[in-house]
Structures are given as C-alpha cells and as structure tokens.
C-alpha cells in the first residue's frame, strides 16, 4: 500500500509541473505573438502651423559716441542708462591748449590782415606813380608781387584759425539723437584717443533708441519660403514671460550663410518697446505664424514616412497584419500632420517601423478608389 502510495504521489507531482510547464509556454508564445509595435488612431486635431528662432534684440538706431580729437576728459554730464535729447552735453574735453591754438591763430590771421592793407596801399601807390611815368616797372612789378603773396597768406591764416575753432569746438561732444546713454565707462582725467583714418579711436559711449528694436533670428533654408506671408510674428523673450509684441520684418537676407554646417538666412523682426521696457542684449523668441487649420484629419509627426514618389504610413489590416498606405499630407505643426487623402477617421496607423505582421518587399497602397474618384471630381 505504501509504495502505491508514492507512486500516486509521484504520478500528482508531474502531472502538476507538466501544467505549469505548458502554461509557461503557452503564455511565451501568446507574448510572442503580440505585435509590440506602438499605434494610433487617425482622429480631427487643430494644427497650427509656425516657423520660430531664437535671437538676440538690438536697436534699429544706435550711434557709437566717439571723439574726433585727442584730449583729456575735464567733465561728464550724463551716465549710463541716461535718456538723452540730440543736441544734449555728453561730455567735455580740455580746452586749455586748444584755446591757446585758437587764440595764436586769431592773432595771426589778424596780423596777416595789416599786413594785406600795407601791400594794397604799396601797390596803389606804385600803380599811381607808374600812370604818372614816375615808377620803374621792377618796382611796380615787386609790390603787385607782394600784393598778390599777402592775399594768399591771408586765406592760409585764415584756414588755420578755422581748423583752430573747428577743434576747439570738438571739445564739447554733444547727441547726435535722442536716446538712451549705453556702454559707458569714463571717469574725469581719463586720456582718449580721436578717431581717425588709422583707428577708430576711444568708444566713449553708444546712443540708442531704446522703443524701435529688433530681433535677428537665423531660418534655415527649408523653412525661409514658409515666412513673409502677410502675417505678423510675434516676439517674446524667456526672462520677461508677461511681455510679447507684434513686429514686422524689416529684411531677409537674400544669400544663406554657413552656420555649424547648415545653411541659414538671417531676418531681422522689427518691433516698438514702449516706455523702453525692452533692452538690448537679450535673448528673443520669434514666432512666424504660416497656416492653421481646425477638425483636420491628422497623425502623429513621426508616423509619416516618404520614398522618392510618394508619402505613406504603416496602416492596419483588418488581419492586424501592416500595409505602407500612400497618403497626402496637408501642414503640420511639431506634433501632428494633416492628411487629406489615404485614410479615414479611426484608421489605426503605426508610430514606428511594424515588428511583426509585415512584409517589406510589399508595394506601397495607393489612395482608395472612393478617395481617387473624388479627387477626379474636384478637378
């Protein structure tokens, strides 16, 4: 009885590994027939079409402030960040030795003017006694000679003293516009250098006008045609989020330019910061808005794959095996694309590469015939 015992036994305990055996495996081969590959269903979607860039804001009119002439700085009127009016006192230079200069060549010029009536009432006198027979013509000759040398010191004397007034003038720089004061680091005493034909001399300041700005942004060569279409960009800025304007495009470049092996255009977005609330120097987001559509058919971007000819997607079989149907694509957005032939509302499409159920050497599916006879209507 005991060993009839055991072998019931023995008989209970392989009976029961050999269920669990099979239901293990049976459980593998129900995984493995799982297609894993990632679905979703055609559906309406609103896609809103737009072109954005980052870029940097600078001011449409900004004048660099700079001296014409060497000098020390003897006064500053105004600092950084200061609204200026043209015409306005910036800074000034040291007089001291330009008025010198200025004075020696009054001086001169007015000496040289003596000079000029001595040799006209000389020449007035030998032109008298030569009518007279009284004057030898060397005489005659010699102070028409110094008449006419006098005349031309005169004007020499007198372009020395307007180059000595001119520079003396330099000495007090003055806004070219009306403004905002920017870039400014002087200090009283501080040695600078005029601009001239050999450097550009010391940067003393820049004027800007601080409400008409603009942003230049960088588009890439695929995207450039999409903007220009009458609608406005928008800019914004990540460090002030309650603030966005409406601009305008003042210029597209007309060439592209290499930038990290990509080809771009460089666009310039106008706008106006009123109360200046905007400065220079920060970074911009400009939005170029290109079409939008509401209750669109549409799928996932990433569902959408192309050969030479044609657009398509992984669409699929009442079978659940997985077709490349073509389709016809409309605008899209960074997340979806319109479809406006090849599919239907509900049809579940594939977000990647199918894993199973699909045969690759399978030609592509043209559009349904209902979707071609339509077309054929439209036109």
Request: net charge neutral.
């Amino acid at each position: 009885m005991k060993k009839i015992f055991l072998i019931i036994i023995g008989l209970g305990a392989i009976g029961s590994m050999t269920f669990y055996i099979a239901k293990y495996v049976m459980d593998i081969r129900a995984k493995e027939a799982l297609d894993p590959t990632p679905t979703a269903p055609v559906s309406k979607v609103d896609i809103y079409e737009k072109v954005t860039a980052t870029g940097f804001v600078e001011p449409i009119v900004s004048t660099e402030i700079r001296s014409e002439i060497n000098g020390k700085i003897a006064r500053i009127f105004v600092q950084d960040g200061d609204v200026v009016k043209a015409g306005d006192m910036l800074v000034e230079l040291d007089k001291t030795s330009l008025q010198s200069e200025e004075s020696m060549a009054n001086n001169e010029y007015n000496l040289q003017k003596l000079t000029l009536e001595q040799e006209e009432r000389d020449f007035l006198r030998q032109e008298e006694l030569m009518k007279k027979g009284f004057a030898i013509a060397k005489d005659y000759d010699d102070a028409k000679t110094k008449l006419n040398k006098a005349r031309i010191q005169l004007e020499v004397k007198k372009s020395e003293w307007e180059k000595a007034k001119d520079n003396l003038s330099k000495t007090s720089i003055i806004a070219p516009q009306s403004g905002t004061v920017t870039d400014m680091d002087l200090t009283v005493g501080q040695v600078i250098v005029g601009a001239g034909s050999v450097n550009s001399g010391t940067l003393l300041m820049k004027v800007s006008s601080l409400e008409n700005l603009y942003a230049e942004v960088k588009i890439n060569e695929i995207e450039i045609e999409k903007i220009g279409n009458g609608k406005s960009p928008i800019i914004t800025f990540e460090s002030m989020k309650d603030i966005s304007y409406t601009g305008e495009i003042l210029s597209k470049s007309p060439y592209a330019k290499n930038e990290n092996n990509t080809r771009v255009f460089p666009v310039k977005v106008g706008f106006k910061s009123e109360g200046g609330k905007v400065r220079p120097g920060i970074s911009a987001n400009v939005e170029f808005p290109v079409s939008k559509a509401n209750g669109v058919y549409a799928v996932s971007l990433s569902a959408v794959s192309a050969d030479a000819e044609w657009s398509y997607v992984f669409a699929r079989n009442p079978d659940n095996s997985w077709r490349r149907q073509r389709v016809e694509t409309g605008i899209r957005d960074i997340r979806y694309v319109e479809i406006k032939r090849g599919l239907k509302e509900g049809d579940v499409i594939a977000l990647s590469y199918p894993k199973k159920n699909f045969v690759a050497t399978d030609p592509i599916a043209d559009f349904p015939k209902e979707q071609k006879e339509e077309a054929k209507a439209e036109k």
